[in-house]
């Protein structure tokens, strides 16, 4: 029996099965829905995984996870619905879309979890909110944490948090690599190769965050230690204050926490 069959393999689907691979999850336990025949063939290439064009093959899976957007996950389930029986799970990463839209629309005893994962699992460094659903059980959340363990690391968390959950992690890699091309190009503004630029920035930000989990010690103290008095760091982080950056990323995470929530109903 295929153990897990994952639906749309574009970026974040695609990210979870280079996770699992890399994890050592045997390729023959997992099957990829792609219907562009041209993305299938990429994806066999690149991953030696099993693809097929057909939604039937979800019949029988454990685990089902649903990687397509918002606003195709509705016509997925409504398809693959006459396939699905009590016992499997049905996993969704989809923003916003809530667990009981999602049970509404499976039959009975089909446990729905629903997941907020990052890009970065495809390095097994991404993060993972997981809840669950009504009809789950307590070993099918576990199999869907040990699923999305491959990826990183996984917390439980209540639904009501999820979109909360999206404006931090789900979406949080795209501010980081924003920071970071931004510091790549004032490096190049300042003189720097652009290697050389890229290089600094990219480990600063990878130590920084290494330091802060490992450390444990609050960010604002850690911050602190960087700033000397009168020095460099006081200079920069008052050019930061004054332009409102940490108001702009309070504005953005609760817009993209808002647009979570509309995409409930999408
Ligand atoms: N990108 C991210 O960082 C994160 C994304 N998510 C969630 O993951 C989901 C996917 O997002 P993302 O990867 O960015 O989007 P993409 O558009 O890159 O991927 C969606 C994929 O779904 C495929 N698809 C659509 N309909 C079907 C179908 N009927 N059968 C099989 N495959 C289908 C698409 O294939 P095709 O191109 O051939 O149409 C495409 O490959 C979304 O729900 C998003 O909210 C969650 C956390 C983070
Ligand atoms: O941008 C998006 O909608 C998705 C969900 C979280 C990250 N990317």
Known sequence: MTKTVLVGA???GEAILAGLLKSGRPADSLVVV????????ELVAAHGVTVSDDLGVVAGAEQVLLAVKPQDIFAVLDEIAPSLAAGQTVISIAAGVTIASIEARVPAGVAVVRVMPNTPALVSEGISALSGGL??????????????????????????????????????????????DA???????????????????????????????????????????VTSPAG???????????RGVRAAFLAALEACRDRSAELAGS
């Open 135 to 180: 009809a789950a059980t307590g070993a099918q959340v576990a199999a869907a944490e040990e699923l999305m363990s491959a990826c990183g690391t996984v917390v439980v968390v209540p639904e009501k948090q999820m979109d909360a959950v999206t404006a931090v992690s789900g979406s949080g890699p795209a501010y980081v690599f924003y920071v970071i």
């Open 232 to 242: 460099t760091t006081a200079a920069a982080l008052r050019q930061l204050d004054e």
């Open 10 to 12: 574009g970026a974040m």
């Open 183 to 225: 510091m790549v190009e004032a490096g190049v503004h300042l003189g720097l190769p652009r290697p050389t630029a890229h290089q600094l920035a990219v480990q600063t930000v990878l130590g920084s965050a290494v330091m802060a989990r490992d450390t444990g010690t609050h960010p604002a103290v850690l911050r602190e230690q």
């Open 34 to 41: 792609e219907k562009r025949a041209e993305r299938a063939a």
